[in-house]
């Protein structure tokens, strides 16, 4: 792990929040944008971890964050999975442009 | 004893707290209370009189107090003024209100609402007491509209019947127009004169009038204020409407508060503040005037109503009309006089028709008659009562109003010969009508046989006080009785001057009284005349009067095309400037504004997202940057 530079980590970091943001912001099935935002957080979990591990490996606190990002993700994504179920059987789609009851 | 006289006024309001607190359940309880503590301010008002009389007549003013509010350069003060003035209401007053309460035992005794009933008339004498012996301008207001809530208490007694409710309501509306200009001239004279004691006005007056400080038309402004005050509580022309109304109420409360008391504080509160009114001869002129105007205007309705109580209170207008004029015309005494005969027999008048009505339950005079026969009691004190009124000789009603027609022919306002033969005239009338109501209920052959055969005497109670108020309606001229003057030298204006009774004037009144009396009886007694011929051949004038002048009419005319007329505008401005423009306009522009921002809120999450890190990426650049 030496050999690879911190920018290295960086480069791919920023290059997988660009693709989860694009899911995030460009496609329009549910599940899809569902998927975009994992890809963010485990990210920004890279960030963490190639921080920590270039500025103090000995400090835990990026790592025990990455430990809380996934865990809630997973909670994320439960409750994420249920409300779009809830949609499908309300809408009978899961496609996000329909979904704009809350328009003013 | 006189400088605990503050318990005059204190007592019955004591009566009127425990009563209303504690003795509700107890009929018995509550009017004993209000006629023992009516007994005792009599007893004392009586004794205070004997004080008087032993004082030299120079030093016959007591007055004490203690501040009640303290507000720079202004003291408003609580007092005690006992003088000849004073003395003679407090007698009059807790006399008739004693012998009221007496009677009310037997005309209310089947009422439910028996003990607030008593609570209501100790309030009242509590409240006319307190403005009797008021010493400065702010208590005697304050007085002044406690006797007319009072007033509009007793009116509305049986509330629950529409006519009762409507006439205290008429009553107390009129009587705000009249105490408003009251009020400003109170709260003038507090501007002016910086006190509101009646002692220092007084000397203030007198002393500004003489080295040129006020000017006369000043001082007459403000009397002219206070008299609107008067008028509307005398119910002189043009605030008179409400008093006949005020016949709705129980028939002793008439007799107490509608025709020998209340009524007579504007005349008691124009003779307190004499010295404003003496200062100039143009509101002495407008008094005067104003006052012989309701005499005759109210005596010519007397002439055509059908109501014994309604006849009775025109009656009353007319002669609280000879009140005010002679007050107006310099008659101090004269009007003071005829306040206080003029208390004995109308508050028997009305307590006899009390009798009648508790006999034959009906007001209307053309449903009685005969009832000589069966009222052995009643209908004699209400003879002696009908002749004192209408002035013959030697009874209370002659002296007082023989003083009056002499006052007036002496006066030097402007033109007072039309005064004198309206005042003339007004007597004539007044006997005619009186005696046209005795003829009519207690003569004759009996109208309604069901109502005359169910017609038996009223009880001890009631005819007790009537006894009493017959004694007094024949003696209480004789204080005045030429070559004695004994009224006259205990209460007059300025310096006692010796009398000189002009028997040629008495025999004048004298003879147009018999007159009127024997032209009434020859329509209503001896029938030579038909009095329904005669009003069908007058038929306009008839109905003119019969109406009252429609001036009830013109009134209700006047608020419904002007008063609601510029309601209805004022309503349009409200409903399409105020609500519309101004009110609905705020709340237009909110919603608006929301709108316009609403447009923001798409409903796409991913609009939201995009904003979001958008704004981010913004942010970033701004910060790098």
């Known amino acids: 792990m030496n050999g690879i530079p911190l920018v290295h980590f960086l480069y791919l970091a920023a290059i997988l929040f660009g693709v989860g943001m694009f899911g995030v912001l460009a496609r329009k099935n549910a599940i899809s944008v569902l998927m975009g935002i994992e890809l963010m957080l485990n990210a920004v979990n890279i960030n963490y971890l190639a921080f920590a591990r270039y500025w103090n490996w000995n400090s835990l606190t990026g790592p025990v964050f990455v430990v809380f990002v996934i865990t809630i993700a997973a909670a994320e994504a439960a409750v994420a999975l249920a409300i779009i179920i809830s949609i499908y059987r309300h809408l009978r789609t899961a496609n996000v442009d329909d979904a704009h009851y809350l328009r003013g | 004893m006189i400088q605990y006289s503050w318990l005059i006024p204190a007592l019955p309001a004591l009566a009127y707290v425990f009563i209303v607190l504690f003795a509700k359940r107890s009929r018995v309880l509550s009017a004993g209370i209000s006629i023992a503590t009516m007994a005792f301010c009599f007893l004392f008002s009586v004794d205070i009189l004997f004080e008087l009389l032993k004082l030299d007549p120079a030093s016959r003013v007591i007055t004490f107090g203690a501040t009640w509010l303290q507000i720079s350069p202004w003291q408003a003060n609580v007092g005690v003024l006992i003088d000849p003035l004073s003395s003679n209401m407090l007698l009059v007053v807790t006399l008739i209100s004693l012998l009221v309460q007496i009677y009310s035992l037997g005309y209310m005794h089947e009422d439910e609402r028996f003990s607030v009933y008593y609570s209501y008339l100790s309030l009242f004498t509590s409240s006319m007491l307190l403005l009797v012996v008021s010493n400065n301008y702010l208590q005697i207001f304050v007085g002044w509209e406690l006797v007319g809530l009072c007033s509009y208490l007793l009116i509305g007694f049986w509330y629950f019947k529409p006519e009762a409710a409507n006439a205290a309501k008429k009553a107390f509306v009129v009587n705000r127009i009249g105490d408003m200009g009251f009020l400003m001239g109170v709260v003038t004279i507090g501007m002016v004169f910086q006190t509101f004691d009646f002692a220092q006005v007084k000397d203030l007056v007198t002393a500004g009038l003489a080295n040129g400080t006020y000017q006369t038309g000043y001082i007459a402004g403000i009397a002219l204020l206070l008299f609107c005050g008067a008028v509307g509580k005398s119910a002189q022309f043009p605030l008179h409407v409400w008093l006949p109304d005020a016949m709705e109420g129980p028939t002793p409360v008439s007799a107490l508060i509608h025709a020998a008391t209340m009524v007579a504080a504007g005349v ?8 404003l009114f003496s ?6 002129t407008v008094v ?3 006052g012989c105007f309701t005499a005759l205007f109210a005596a010519t309705i007397a002439l055509a109503q059908d109501d014994i109580k309604r006849i009775l209170a025109y009656s009353t207008l007319s002669q609280l009309g000879y009140m005010v004029m002679s007050l107006g015309v310099g008659g101090y005494t004269s009007g003071m006089f005829h306040l206080t005969t003029h208390a004995c027999f109308k508050a028997l008048l009305f307590l006899g028709a009390g009798s009648v009505i508790h006999a034959v339950h009906n007001q209307d005079i053309w449903k009685m008659g005969g009832l000589w026969k069966k009222m052995y009691f009643t209908a004699p004190t209400f003879l002696i009562a009908t002749l004192a009124i209408s002035g013959i000789f030697p009874l209370a009603g002659f002296w007082s109003k023989d003083s009056i027609l002499d006052a007036v022919h002496e006066s030097s306002i402007p033109h007072h010969e039309i005064l004198y033969y309206s005042a003339v005239f007004t007597a004539f009338l007044t006997a005619f009508y009186m005696f046209r109501l005795f003829f009519v209920v207690f003569t004759g052959e009996p109208r309604d046989h069901h109502a005359y055969d169910h017609a038996h005497e009223s009880p001890l109670t009631m005819t007790g006080p009537l006894l009493l108020l017959a004694l007094l309606s024949i003696s209480v001229g004789w204080l005045n009785y030429p070559g004695f003057e004994g009224y006259t030298k205990f209460l007059h204006y300025g310096d006692y001057h010796e009398q000189v009774f002009n028997w040629p004037m008495a025999w004048v009144s004298l003879s147009i009284a018999v007159l009127g009396i024997l032209l009434s009886a020859s329509f209503y007694y001896w029938k030579v005349f038909s009095a329904a011929k005669t009003a069908e051949t007058f038929k306009p004038v008839y109905l003119l009067l019969k109406n009252k ?3 009830d009419e013109f009134y209700s005319w006047i608020v419904d095309k002007f008063l609601f007329g510029l309601s209805t505008v004022l309503k ?4 399409n ?31 939201y997202a995009l904003v979001v890190f958008g704004a981010v990426a913004v942010i970033f650049l701004l910060v790098s940057f």
Do not use: C, E
Request: hydrophobic share 45%.
């Open chain 2, 572 to 575: 349009w401005f409200d409903d």
């Open chain 2, 268 to 275: 008691f509160m124009v003779a307190r503040t004499y010295v």
């Open chain 2, 549 to 551: 002048y429609y001036v």
């Open chain 2, 577 to 607: 400037v105020v609500d519309d423009g101004m009110v609905d306009g705020t709340g237009w522009v909110a919603r608006k504004m929301g709108g316009l921002l609403s447009l923001t809120q798409t409903g796409y999450v991913q609009n």
């Open chain 2, 279 to 284: 200062a100039d001869p143009v509101a002495m």
């Open chain 2, 288 to 290: 005067a005037y104003i």
